[in-house]
């Protein structure tokens, strides 16, 4: 249903507004329910989104009574209490519907669709539409979804060793992040920044996160709760080619 007096460039600030309270789409400190609500920061960009909007173009369609669950570089993402998620571009108002779950991720310049399957995740580019897939699966062994931030996918897969978390990006070897504790559970990995992802995960019944740095594999530190400390491997062409950057396990998360 249109917006009634609404304008593209209005709705693109509206969006992003929204998805920087509800999601975490501004940079994080802390997790969303301890950082504090900045009161002035919203109105600032509200004002400046109204004073622009007599230079913008037509109204955008939005769907009836769907709740937004994501904005990115190009468009937003909204879901039905149906279950069915739109992605709507905010050039021309254009929009394509899905059924399952669907998620928008974004770097700086381009947005993804990833697609969580029981069996597949496939991440889609909005901007080549090239597609990365990754085999997942129920079995003992076999890989499970942890998530998604920027232009990754991440799995976990349990081993000898303990828990692994792994890192997926299309066109480039994967990459497994370590300094994950061996006994962690209920891994997931969302974004936090332009440049991190949120780690959370479950050890000794207690819940832990930290910052994952999407480049370098290194960590930025909270101010509220220790980090999860992390590193990668990244395998190239032979085993003797790897590349390691280390880092060590995280302390205990105060309450």
Not at 200 to 225: E, M
Request: aromatic share 6%.
């Amino acid at each position: 249903m249109p917006l009634a007096r609404s304008t593209r460039r209005r709705l693109v600030g509206a969006v992003t507004t929204v998805l920087a309270v509800t999601l975490g789409a501004t940079p994080l400190t802390a997790p969303a329910h301890a950082a504090p609500f900045a009161g002035g920061v919203l109105a600032v960009e509200a004002d400046a989104v109204e004073a622009d909007a007599v230079t913008a173009a037509d109204p955008i369609a939005y769907p009836k009574g769907g709740r937004l669950v994501g904005a990115g570089v190009t468009g937003f993402l909204t879901t039905s209490n149906a279950g069915i998620t739109t992605f709507r571009r905010y050039s021309d108002g254009s929009g394509q519907s899905y059924d399952g779950a669907v998620y928008l991720r974004s770097t700086p310049t381009t947005d993804f669709l990833v697609f969580r399957g029981s069996y597949t995740i496939t991440q889609r580019n909005l901007a080549t539409n090239n597609s990365l897939e990754v085999p997942v699966g129920s079995l003992p062994g076999d890989a499970k979804w942890a998530g998604a931030a920027a232009d990754a996918v991440f799995t976990t897969v349990v081993t000898d060793a303990g828990t692994v978390l792994r890192k997926h990006v299309d066109e480039a070897p994967t990459v497994t992040v370590t300094g994950l504790p061996a006994d962690a559970s209920s891994v997931m990995v969302t974004p936090a920044t332009s440049d991190h992802a949120k780690v959370a995960f479950t050890q000794g019944g207690l819940g832990k996160w930290g910052l994952l740095d999407l480049g370098r594999c290194s960590t930025t530190p909270t101010s509220s709760r220790p980090p999860l400390t992390a590193a990668c491997t990244r395998a190239a062409a032979s085993s003797a080619g790897a590349r390691a950057c280390t880092g060590s396990r995280p302390r205990a998360a105060t309450p």
